[in-house]
């Protein structure tokens, strides 16, 4: 059976929901999720076996040691971690019946086909360079991924985006394609051409102006709905501010109280589920 991850206590771990079943974490821009080539001890899921170690391995390497789903190193925002066998089966049959519901915010530059929107161009992962992308290919994997505009100032958006599906660099592949990559993007732009390399520097400032703003599911216990909604870090309230010429904190009063009129729109309705 392969080793669980090390348990660092030096990652700090910001909690934004726990009980018996599950736990969500706030993961910074900047750090890997789970363990890897060049990142062994420093990730998310090495802070939180310091802190929750012997509830996660139990779970095993068969479910990931708990882990459900995965951000990119430079996107920030909503990790959940399952901590009992039954709450990770559970989960996951969520996340299979698209029934998570998942709400970034992007800061883009170029301009989108509309206000709102899917795209449902498939893409495929490939290898390019020193890294995995995602291409987009006529048959490749179904995507889909809704988007809707939040503010903007010339060649510059804030929007709101929700994924049914979640491969490999989703949204940022969806987005560039459809001519407004995200603010930072190294890989997915469209003036210049690709950095697909992955030898950077360890430290390196994130660049990339991705949240993982808010996720909804069925709790796997009680069944009751719960919402988690991480705070939009300063770096990206900026950011912000500087695409859409707005001040920051009215900005970012402006996404809070726009996004359950998004939910409350057609993301959802294909499968008939929440409104």
Not at 3 to 13: G, L, M, S, T
Not at 91 to 102: C, G, H, M, T, Y
Not at 190 to 207: G, H, I, K, V, W
Not at 253 to 270: C, H, K, Q, T
Request: aromatic share 4%; net charge positive.
């Amino acid at each position: 059976m392969p080793a669980p991850p090390e348990a660092n206590a030096r990652v700090a771990c910001e909690i934004l929901f726990e009980d018996e079943a599950l736990v969500a974490l706030h993961k910074p821009a900047g750090q890997v999720t789970q363990p890897g080539a060049g990142h062994r001890d420093d990730s998310l899921m090495n802070g939180l076996f310091a802190r929750d170690g012997a509830t996660q391995t139990r779970l095993g390497d068969d479910r990931d040691w708990g882990l459900l789903h995965r951000l990119d190193r430079e996107t920030s925002g909503v990790v959940l971690v399952a901590r009992t066998k039954a709450a990770y089966d559970a989960l996951r049959a969520q996340f299979e019946d698209r029934a998570v519901e998942k709400t970034y915010l992007a800061a883009l530059r170029g301009r989108l086909p509309s206000d709102e929107g899917t795209c449902t161009m498939a893409l495929k992962e490939v290898r390019r360079g020193d890294m995995k992308v995602s291409a987009l290919v006529p048959r490749g994997d179904l995507c889909m991924t809704h988007w809707r505009v939040l503010a903007r100032s010339r060649d510059r958006l804030a929007a709101a985006c929700a994924i049914e599906t979640g491969r490999l660099h989703q949204i940022r592949a969806h987005l560039a394609a459809l001519g407004a990559p995200v603010e930072g993007d190294r890989v997915y732009r469209s003036l210049l051409p690709p950095n697909t390399s992955a030898r950077r520097e360890r430290d390196a400032a994130p660049t990339l102006f991705l949240h993982a703003w808010r996720i909804a599911f069925s709790h796997p216990t009680t069944g009751a709905r719960i919402e988690i909604e991480a705070v939009v870090p300063a770096r990206m309230v900026a950011a912000l501010n500087e695409s859409c010429g707005s001040p920051g904190v009215a900005l970012a009063g402006a996404i809070v109280r726009e996004l359950p009129s998004v939910r409350g729109s057609r993301w959802w309705d294909r499968r008939g589920t929440r409104r």
